[in-house]
């Protein structure tokens, strides 16, 4: 079973709708949560951070982690055709800083 | 723009040369990565330096040769690649182990093809 788990998609949506990516982990040690953003031929853009329970919001962007179920989501809220991208979730644990572990990603399409 | 710089942003190699991937990162950050992604599949953790040591090795094999000449420098020397390790190649940092847990910086990696 991989450690952190999530649907690859594609996930296809027209524009002005409301995203929802989601990741499931088996870690109970995970306590820093991320979300990149990466496009074609670049590498991950950070967009959310977050650490053990709880939502945060950014603009359109809202994490949500709920560490009694080992789930977090990002959602995005009246979606752009500039937010089509792969989107990937990563963790990391307590006790070890430096290793993070990632979501094979979800590609989104949103259609003007 | 991202404040973590990787040069060159291609590089078409033969089997035979020897060629050297550079990062630069000017955040004050004390651990630094290379990993290597395929298409369609997530970044593959390949090496961590924290305060310029090696401190994570994922078994990657020997024609792969990284360095950490200072805090904001990480090299990967390439010697004898084959074709399966054409990929995007990322580099990426972050505030370090013995500091508070922080995210992840990525730069927009050097696309390597192996003839």
């Known amino acids: 079973q991989k450690e952190v788990e999530q649907d690859p998609g594609p996930l296809s949506v027209p524009e002005g709708a409301i995203v929802s990516l989601n990741c499931t982990y088996s870690n109970s040690a995970f306590q820093y949560f991320m979300w990149y953003r990466q496009y074609s031929r670049k590498g991950p853009e950070l967009l959310m951070y977050t650490y053990s329970s709880g939502n945060k919001e950014d603009g359109r962007f809202t994490a949500q982690v709920d560490k009694s179920s080992k789930y977090i989501s990002l959602f995005i809220r009246d979606s752009q055709p500039s937010d089509s991208a792969t989107y990937l979730c990563?963790?990391?644990?307590?006790?070890?800083?430096?290793?993070?572990?990632f979501g094979s990603g979800t590609k989104l399409n949103v259609k003007p | 723009d991202t404040e973590v710089t990787q040069t060159p942003k291609h590089l078409v190699m033969g089997m035979t040369n020897k060629k050297s991937l550079k990062c630069e990162q000017h955040?004050?950050?004390?651990?630094m990565y290379w990993y290597k992604q395929k298409a369609k599949k997530p970044p593959e953790l390949m090496f961590v330096?924290?305060?310029?040591?090696?401190?994570i090795n994922e078994s990657v094999p020997s024609r792969f040769s990284p360095e950490c000449p200072n805090s904001s420098l990480l090299n990967l020397h390439l010697h004898a690649l084959q074709p399966e390790d054409s990929a995007l190649y990322l580099c990426?940092?972050?505030?370090?182990?013995?500091?508070?847990?922080?995210?992840?910086?990525f730069g927009d990696g050097t696309r390597l093809s192996i003839l």
């Open positions: 990426a940092s972050s505030q370090g182990q013995y500091r508070d847990g922080q995210p992840q910086h």
């Open positions: 330096y924290s305060y310029e040591k090696l401190s």
């Open positions: 990563a963790m990391r644990s307590l006790y070890n800083f430096n290793k993070f572990y």
């Open positions: 955040m004050g950050h004390r651990a």
